[in-house]
């Protein structure tokens, strides 16, 4: 059967679909080109729009055994019959690529190859589900996953070397990371016209989160003792709590070190320099952007204007958390007014107002989200970042839609962008985030 499994990125999961449209290639008599999701992918010419195929994300990873029984490998050697060649590198990774000066932006396969690939490898035959269905495994066969890079090996402080302290701060309901953030192609149907919508800037950077929360307060002998003798001791605190995306800084009771892989913990610091500026019982989630440092960039050639070892924080979510644990994240509106009472930079907002009524001349009819897709990327995508001295391409942009009690925001990111991305990958360029995703998902 075909699952998503837990903790599943859903901006890398695979989609049986089917072709929304096709057309023909400028530049290739065998090849054609389709829209799948919302995405330009090139398809042989014998594709249609009536039956079934799966649509693999760019930057999502294929397992070694489909591929290999799909003789995809460009190493014949790994491919079930030797004698044919693929495409695919040895680590599975999907690209964006460009064939015949057209890019392809996702890679697709007949949902039959798929569903042979099941049947004769994992001995698990599959019904034909309704398009559009989301699945990243076959039974517990993890099929596609984020591609995460190889990185350096990086030598780990003395100082988190060995056993983790015993004793968390953390207190249930106080913290929660910052979930992925889907892409909008893959949920244009939640956008109506009606819809109260913010759209800002993408900032390409590294994640991080600051929250001033309640955590467990280091008790001295003292504070124990009483506590067993029956004395009411205060056993909690506000205080500041920092990560990346994926890594708690500073997790423990009585360890003055944070949780860091980098002799440079660049997390800690934005912290540390934005922490008087953060109520208590408020998080702010954001991008830091420029150097660390030490120099080295904390995204390559994407300086936004800091000079050399200078850095910056721009605000993108701002969440109130009670004691209870009971949360709320700001309104656009709302989050605007905190950054500019408390002295925070946030992301450049370009519209804030009802969808409709930023491309008041599209009709609204059943091609209203199609149309306003189209306008949105006419609008804002493959423009140059105004915010960098480098000469580089802007990420994106973030759409938020307004609900009550609810976060749903969603990206969408310039083709420009992605084939810049594509080829800094190629070439074994990573990031501070990156790497230390890719030494967390190593550590045991």
């Known amino acids: 059967m075909l699952t998503t499994s837990t903790g599943a990125n859903p901006n890398y999961v695979a989609t049986v679909c089917k072709l929304q449209s096709?057309?023909?290639?400028?530049n290739?008599?065998?090849?054609?080109?389709?829209?799948?999701?919302?995405?330009?992918?090139?398809?042989?010419?014998?594709?249609?729009?009536?039956?079934?195929y799966v649509f693999?994300?760019?930057?999502?990873?294929?397992?070694t055994e489909f591929l290999s029984y799909t003789n995809s490998f460009r190493h014949p050697e790994r491919n079930r019959n030797p004698e044919i060649k693929g495409f695919f590198e040895d680590h599975g990774r999907v690209r964006m690529v460009r064939l015949r000066q057209v890019y392809s932006n996702g890679y697709v396969v007949e949902y039959n190859t798929v569903k042979n690939f099941a049947l004769d490898v994992l001995g698990i035959a599959l019904d034909d589900p309704s398009p559009p269905y989301d699945f990243d495994s076959i039974g517990n066969h993890v099929i596609c996953m984020k591609y995460v890079a190889k990185t350096v090996s990086v030598k780990v402080p003395k100082g988190i070397q060995g056993k983790k302290p015993r004793i968390s701060r953390l207190i249930e309901g106080q913290w929660s990371f910052h979930p992925d953030t889907p892409q909008l192609k893959r949920c244009l149907h939640e956008i109506s016209p009606l819809d109260i919508i913010s759209i800002t800037n993408k900032v390409h950077g590294s994640s991080s989160k600051a929250a001033k929360v309640l955590v467990k307060r280091s008790l001295t002998w003292k504070d124990r003792l009483c506590k067993a003798l029956g004395a009411q001791i205060r056993d909690t605190e506000y205080d500041l709590l920092a990560s990346s995306r994926r890594v708690i800084k500073n997790t423990y009771l009585r360890n003055p070190k944070s949780n860091d892989f980098y002799s440079v913990d660049i997390f800690m610091l934005v912290a540390n320099e934005i922490g008087d500026k953060i109520p208590a019982s408020f998080a702010v989630t954001g991008e830091i952007v420029g150097f660390l440092p030490t120099g080295a960039p904390i995204q390559k050639d994407y300086d936004y204007g800091c000079s050399w070892t200078d850095h910056d924080f721009y605000v993108f979510r701002v969440e109130y958390i009670g004691p209870t644990g009971l949360s709320h994240t700001l309104g656009h509106k709302e989050m605007v007014s905190f950054c500019e009472c408390q002295g925070l930079k946030m992301v450049e907002t370009f519209y804030y107002g009802r969808a409709v009524d930023l491309f008041p001349n599209l009709s609204v009819s059943?091609?209203?989200?199609?149309?306003?897709?189209?306008?949105?990327?006419?609008?804002?995508?493959?423009?140059?970042c105004h915010l960098c001295k480098n000469d580089v391409w802007a990420e994106g942009i973030v759409v938020r839609k307004e609900v009550p009690f609810e976060y749903r925001v969603f990206k969408l990111k310039s083709p420009a962008f992605l084939g810049d991305e594509t080829a800094r990958l190629d070439k074994g360029e990573t990031s501070v985030e990156a790497e230390e995703e890719s030494l967390v998902a190593t550590q045991p």
Do not use: C, M
Request: charged share 35%.
């Open 56 to 63: 693999f994300p760019i930057e999502s990873r294929l397992s």
């Open 22 to 26: 096709i057309s023909d290639h400028p």
């Open 366 to 384: 059943e091609s209203w989200p199609e149309d306003f897709l189209k306008k949105l990327e006419e609008t804002y995508l493959d423009k140059k």
């Open 28 to 52: 290739a008599d065998r090849l054609s080109i389709a829209t799948v999701l919302h995405h330009q992918v090139v398809v042989g010419k014998d594709d249609n729009t009536d039956d079934l």
